[in-house]
Nanobody, 120 residues
Framework: VQLQASGGGLVQAGGSLRLSCVASGSITSINRMGWYRQAPGKQRELVAVIGSGGTPNYADSVKGRFTISRDSAKNTVYLQMNSLKPEDTAVYYC???????????????WGQGTLVTVSS
């Protein structure tokens, strides 16, 4: 299973970006999908997650500005980021809990990360 993230870049404060992450490989189903970020010198933190039923959860720092969504038929998760702030600058990683027939439990996978830089 591989997760391929895209959509990062350089944007001015107040601008918007949309991240995408596609899961590929042997996949029967995906439960939770989400986005995390890691700023320089800081620990990786949760940004937003979405369950298989579509229920989202957000970090307090992004509520009202970011929207997570998914297309289960395409094994894809999105993160629409609006009103970006310099403190949103980080490498953003996608994450997914994947299950295949024969597995007793789902397995957790990470994407390679995409850099988001917000200039002031």
């Amino acid at each position: 299973v591989q997760l391929q993230a895209s959509g990062g870049g350089l944007v001015q404060a107040g601008g918007s970006l949309r991240l995408s992450c596609v899961a590929s490989g042997s996949i029967t189903s995906i439960n939770r999908m989400g986005w995390y970020r890691q700023a320089p010198g800081k620990q990786r933190e949760l940004v937003a997650v979405i369950g298989s039923g579509g229920t989202p959860n957000y970090a307090d720092s992004v509520k009202g500005r970011f929207t997570i969504s998914r297309d289960s038929a395409k094994n894809t998760v999105y993160l629409q980021m609006n009103s970006l702030k310099p403190e949103d600058t980080a490498v953003y990683y996608c994450n997914a809990d994947v299950w295949n027939y024969g597995w007793p439990l789902s397995r957790n996978y990470w994407g390679q990360g995409t850099l988001v830089t917000v200039s002031s």
